[in-house]
């Protein structure tokens, strides 16, 4: 199974697909992990907060497999915002990765009370310089955070992660992101499992008319709007059909039939409160 790849704004590439690791204890994580390799997944999302970088670091040790086939990404905490500890943080996630780079760094928050995001952003500008972040991007910034970078700093960020599944789609940061080249990752890509989505009877019956399971059809109505999305599971069977999604293809109507589900249903922080 071939993930595409989609091209970032920094000439780096990224697969569209790829597995998180948010709640995965640290104990299951090198095996859940592995699994996933085993499988086929080359593109990993973890964060600091997550508590599993080590175990994910332990996995793609054991998986042999070249580092620069791999995409790890991994994100700065809100208490690490700032010039002063920054790059620290940032040391020690790859100490704990047990890795020489990263493929992409995020800032995980924007922490707007906090006010610190500008001066961060210009700590990750240094570390892609260094070439030990090769991309880097933010998490949960809404337009004007994202105008802000865009007005106060150097390097147009190439990925905004932002919370988004059928019922919280973001049009306008969707749309702001595009129009400045910066890619959207979808992160909570099944609503986290915290509303029924893949029970709605829309979404089954295109699954139904596809042979296809409700998870299945929900990543590749994400994977058609060029998002990038990392679904998580502990479960091999459910790592399995998460990758699952490249033989068959939505509708026009099937798509916009999913797009039409929209609720404003946030599942996940505020981007602007969350601290
Ligand atoms: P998700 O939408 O991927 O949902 C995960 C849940 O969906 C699982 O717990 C499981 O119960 C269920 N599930 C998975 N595969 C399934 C299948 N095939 N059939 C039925 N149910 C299935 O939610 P998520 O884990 O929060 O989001 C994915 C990743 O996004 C995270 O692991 C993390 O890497 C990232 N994330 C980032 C942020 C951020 O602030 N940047 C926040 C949350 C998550």
């Known amino acids: 199974m071939t993930v595409p790849l989609i091209r970032l704004n920094d000439g780096a590439s990224i697969p569209q697909l790829g597995l998180g690791v948010f709640r995965v204890d640290a104990g299951e994580t090198e095996r859940v992990v592995s699994e996933a390799l085993e499988i086929g997944y080359r593109h990993i999302d973890t964060a600091k907060i997550y508590g599993n970088e080590e175990e994910v670091g332990r996995a793609i040790a054991a998986s042999g497999i070249p580092r620069d086939e791999l995409y790890i990404t991994t994100k700065l905490y809100n208490d690490d915002q700032g010039r002063a500890t920054a790059r620290d943080a940032f040391e020690r996630s790859l100490d704990r990765l047990d890795l ?121 109505w994400h994977i058609q709007q060029g998002t990038i999305v990392f679904p998580k599971s502990t479960r091999r069977e459910r790592l399995v059909e998460n990758f699952d999604v490249f033989d068959f293809e939505l509708s026009v109507e099937e798509q916009a039939a999913i797009t039409g589900l929209e609720r404003g249903g946030r599942v996940g922080g505020d981007p602007n409160t969350a601290s």
């Open 100 to 220: 020489e780079r990263v493929d992409l760094y995020l800032i995980h928050w924007p922490c707007p009370a906090r006010d610190l995001y500008v001066e961060t952003w210009r700590v990750l500008e240094q570390l892609q310089q260094s070439g030990r972040a090769t991309s880097i991007g933010v998490s949960n910034f809404l337009e004007a955070h994202l105008q802000r970078l865009l007005d106060e700093t150097d390097v147009v960020p190439a990925i905004d992660q932002i919370e988004l599944h059928p019922y919280h789609q973001q049009p306008s940061v969707t749309a702001f992101a595009r129009a400045h080249g910066i890619a959207i990752e979808s992160w909570g890509p099944l609503g986290q499992g915290k509303y029924p989505l893949l029970e709605l009877p829309e979404i089954v019956s295109i699954a139904r008319a596809h042979g296809k399971s409700p998870a299945q059809v929900v990543l590749r």
